[in-house]
């Protein structure tokens, strides 16, 4: 089984990084490159904490909350910084707005939905190529080592993703205008200075593909034996089975698109935790609404993990990951609550080939 944890960190780290590789001014194979760079990712210490002192001008970004897995990462990476974008004023996109008197089991609705979605249509299938877009904001910190200026806010992105059968792949990553909420803007806004980025993967070869979590067509109907699919694709245990079940669909729902019949029968599961809690009605950043159902995680810090489904299809809308509470130090002026990831499912179909869109 793969470590789909690690996948994903390391995954959103080198999409970050792709224009700044800390291995580019040492000569070498793809191999040692692709070494030197997870040694620059494992140097890092805690979250926002000092990493090793640099030896040269050196950029240390720090993502928090990325790809709904990370709880830090500290990355040192060698590149001139040039600032002269305008700050931008603002806090982050703010946590939908769901009072607690409003939380309460979430069974009946589930189930409610499961019966939507048995009734919903199956996705069209144009080809074996499962294409997903979706809009995504991350909170990212940023810091210059060589003179400790620091940014951090809200990164709006849209990405399109093309998977195949065959391990192979492509990915358009369009980076937003950062949101900025403090400090300097010049680390954050030369992060994403890019624009567009296109990152294609091979047929698997030395691991070198991209690749399911859960293969095509491979999920059961059975809620038993989806459940026990789902956590051990996850790859990652939350600290509770809810928690661990909220963390599987966030890959689910972004790898392709789901059989509706699937969907009924991850609603049926989820309708057997009394920790998945309703959160009323409400609205996606799309103007989409749906049903909110969130649970929570707590490993040093609380989260939330939520997810939206549509009321009258029981498919999923969008999922994100608040931090509630914290015991670890933040950036001034950030307070809790937090949204540290934010993926609206925009676009989800089966296509004939890689880049084709429905």
Same mark, same amino acid.
């Given at each position: ?25 040492? /000569? ?9 760079? *997870?040694?620059?990712?494992?140097? +890092? ?5 000092? +990493?090793?002192? /640099?030896?040269?001008?050196? =950029?240390?970004?720090?993502? *928090? ?81 060589? @003179? ?35 400090? &300097?803007? +010049? ?6 200075? &890019? ?12 691991? @070198? ?12 109907? &059975? ?46 599961? =989820? ?5 998945? =809690? ?8 799309? +103007? ?21 489904? @549509? ?35 925009? &676009? ?11």
């Amino acid at each position: 089984m793969k470590d789909t944890a690690f996948h994903d960190d390391v995954t959103a780290v080198r999409r970050l990084l792709a224009g700044h590789d800390p291995a580019a001014a040492h /000569p070498g194979s793809a191999a040692v490159r692709e070494l030197a760079r *997870i040694e620059v990712i494992a140097s +890092g210490s805690g979250r926002g904490g000092p +990493g090793p002192a /640099p030896r040269r001008r050196l =950029l240390r970004p720090a993502l *928090i909350g990325v790809a709904a897995a990370l709880t830090a990462v500290a990355v040192v990476v060698p590149v001139s910084l040039q600032s002269g974008r305008p700050a931008h004023a603002g806090p982050p996109p703010a946590p939908l707005d769901v009072p607690v008197a409003e939380r309460t089991g979430g069974r009946e609705r589930l189930l409610a939905l499961a019966d939507a979605a048995d009734s919903a249509e199956p996705p069209a299938r144009a080809g074996d190529v499962a294409y997903v877009r979706t809009s995504e904001w991350t909170f990212t910190y940023s810091q210059n080592a060589d @003179d400790g200026r620091a940014g951090w806010g809200i990164v709006p992105e849209e990405r399109s993703v093309w998977r195949t059968p065959r391990e192979s792949g492509v990915e358009l990553a369009v980076p937003g205008e950062p949101e900025h909420l403090g400090g &300097d803007e +010049g680390p954050l806004a030369f992060l994403f200075s &890019d624009g567009t980025e296109r990152f294609e993967w091979g047929d698997g070869e030395g691991g @070198d593909g991209m690749f399911f979590t859960w293969e095509p067509d491979a999920l059961s109907t &059975d809620p038993a034996e989806l459940e026990e699919q789902l956590v051990a694709g996850a790859g990652h245990d939350a600290g509770t089975p809810e928690a661990t079940l909220f963390y599987a669909l966030e890959s689910l729902y972004t790898e392709a698109p789901v059989d509706p019949r699937v969907q009924a029968s991850v609603l049926r599961v =989820l309708a057997g935790h009394e920790g998945v =809690l309703y959160a009323g009605p409400s609205e996606d950043r799309h +103007g989409r609404e749906g049903e909110l159902f969130l649970v929570e995680e707590r490993a040093g810090e609380t989260l939330e993990r939520r997810i939206m489904f @549509d009321a009258d299809t029981g498919m999923p809308l969008y999922h994100e990951i608040v931090m509630v509470e914290s015991d670890y130090e933040q950036p001034d002026g950030v307070e809790p609550p937090v949204v540290y990831h934010y993926a609206v499912i925009a &676009d989800t179909a089966w296509v004939a080939e890689v880049e084709d869109r429905p």
